[in-house]
């Protein structure tokens, strides 16, 4: 059974940084593309960033030079590193493989 269990949200100031986790089980994690995506209030869920099972990433443009994503394949882990947070980053951040979600972990930046 495949699971996505993210963790490492939380309350953060503006300015501050978070580093999300995403454990993936019950699937082969190191080939696919997997990828985080946000969803705040009243709004449309929307991607993050994704990387591929080599390595190449891709970022929505309102995070990158800000917004790392990374994972280890040994760990089956995915991480986002969140650097120079900023309130309009306040969301729930899901972990998405295939057709697979977490449940999602919130973030909230005060400002």
């Known amino acids: 059974q495949v699971q996505l269990v993210e963790s490492g949200g939380g309350l953060v100031q503006g300015g501050g940084s978070l580093r999300l986790s995403c454990a993936a089980s019950?699937?082969?994690?190191?080939?696919?593309?997997v990828g985080w995506y946000r969803q705040a209030e009243e709004k449309q869920r929307e991607l993050v960033a994704t990387?591929?099972?080599?390595?190449?990433?891709n970022y929505a443009d309102s995070v990158k030079g800000r917004f790392t994503i990374s994972r280890d394949n040994a760990k089956t882990t995915l991480y986002l590193q969140m650097n120079s947070l900023k309130p309009d980053d306040t969301a729930v951040y899901y972990c998405?493989?295939?057709?697979?979600w977490g449940q999602g972990t919130k973030v909230t930046v005060s400002s």
């Open positions: 019950g699937m082969m994690f190191r080939i696919y593309t």
């Open positions: 998405n493989v295939e057709v697979y």
């Open positions: 990387i591929t099972s080599g390595g190449s990433t």
